[in-house]
């Protein structure tokens, strides 16, 4: 599966914006996938995850109740909803699928990634 991030950009503190992730070459309906950013410097962090359905799904604490994970397995595609966008939530954004239906918070879990997509919010 090759997946490719989209939707990033510059956004203002409390903007919004949606990253997409789409997957080509074979569908991902059965894998989980969860979206991870890197700020300059930092470490790769969870952001947000989605089992292969869609019925389960897990954020990081410090995005809880502003971004919202989804997907669209007949268009093999998952979203990341950003809502009150802060300056902390600038990164590279980086869509990632597991090799089974359920993921986890942990980097290790996921072996296919995206090439990610930069997201800058300014305060």
């Known amino acids: 599966v090759q997946l490719q991030a989209s939707g990033g950009g510059l956004v203002q503190a409390g903007g919004s914006l949606r990253l997409s992730c789409a997957a080509s070459?074979?569908?991902?309906?059965?894998?989980?996938v969860a979206w991870f950013h890197q700020a300059p410097g930092k470490e790769r962090e969870f952001v947000a995850g989605?089992?292969?359905?869609?019925?389960?799904?897990f954020y990081a604490d410090s995005v809880k109740g502003r971004f919202t994970i989804s997907r669209d397995n007949t268009k093999n595609t998952v979203s990341l909803q950003m809502n009150s966008l802060k300056p902390e939530d600038t990164a590279v954004y980086y869509c990632?699928?597991?090799?089974?239906?359920?993921?986890?918070?942990?980097?290790?879990?996921?072996?296919?990634w995206g090439q990610g997509t930069l997201v800058t919010v300014s305060s």
């Open positions: 070459r074979r569908t991902f309906s059965n894998n989980a």
């Open positions: 990632a699928a597991a090799p089974g239906a359920y993921g986890s918070r942990l980097l290790a879990t996921y072996n296919n």
């Open positions: 989605i089992n292969w359905s869609g019925s389960s799904t």
